[in-house]
């Protein structure tokens, strides 16, 4: 993983701001996955994706996260602190063994054969605006199921019982755990248990919103204080950037 500088950072913060979420998170990743071709990463099943946002992340803003959660009993404000490798996640439960080299998952149930891949952020970029009379669930199997046969024969995909399209869902979701991370929250006030799901994508880009905004007002003060350009600011390391300002706001 290639390292981000300031500059680099502020520059695809900016080029972001009118594109959607989903571009966002490629544009980082090809950023710090040069290796990586741009098809390659957005076609990451989500979890992938997530797992790599995740080491971005922890490479840009260190790897404690801190987090806000609301009770949904009596309202009490949580305040979450964990390591990104607290929601790690393995690649694949034991329960459906080695991933498929080939990205092409199988499930079997009651005569039926169905293969499939995993949904990718192409996937949700394409079902993120359903029409009125579309099920996007129902349009993600349609893009993530190869074949479906029963009893060795073809079987179209709109009339599969719906114990059928449970079982795929809850596979898909289980071959992917990374991509639905469920944090395990107790309310100090009341006692109440509950589950939230925490998604890496939209907390880090309203990270990097709020650490530009703090960027920019840095530049700012330092750029009126001293007469520096933005770029003889950024090339500063973050220490010296903070020591000058401390002098500057005193
Ligand atoms: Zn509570």
């Given at each position: 993983m290639r390292p981000l500088t300031a500059s680099h950072l502020l520059a695809l913060w900016e080029s972001g701001l009118d594109q959607p979420l989903l571009h966002r998170a490629l544009a980082l990743l090809a950023a710090v996955y040069p290796e990586t071709s741009p098809e390659t990463l957005a076609t990451l099943p989500i979890g992938q994706r997530d797992a790599r946002l995740l080491n971005l992340r922890a490479a840009v803003f260190g790897p404690r996260l801190n987090s806000l959660a609301t009770c949904p009993t009596c309202g009490e404000r949580l305040e979450l602190t964990f390591d990104v490798d607290d929601i790690r996640t393995p690649e694949?439960?034991?329960?459906?063994?080695?991933?498929p080299p080939d990205g092409i998952h199988t499930l079997t149930l009651d005569g039926y054969t169905l293969t499939y891949r995993l949904p990718n952020s192409l996937d949700l970029a394409a079902i993120?605006?359903?029409?009125?009379?579309?099920?996007p669930r129902q349009q993600l199997f349609a893009r993530c199921l190869i074949t479906a046969t029963h009893k060795g024969k073809p079987y179209p995909l709109e009339r599969l019982p719906e114990k059928i399209v449970q079982a795929l869902t809850t596979q898909m979701a289980e071959s992917d755990p990374q991509a639905d991370v469920q944090l395990a929250l107790t309310c100090p006030a009341c006692g109440n248990t509950w589950q939230a799901t925490f998604d890496i994508l939209p907390f880090l880009w309203a990270e990097i919103h709020a650490w530009a905004q703090r960027l920019l007002r840095e530049i700012h003060l330092l750029a009126s204080a001293y007469g520096w350009s933005e770029s003889e600011i950024l090339a500063l390391s973050p220490w010296r950037r903070a020591m000058y300002l401390q002098m500057v706001t005193q």
């Open positions: 694949l439960p034991v329960s459906h063994g080695e991933p993120s605006h359903p029409a009125p009379d579309e099920d």
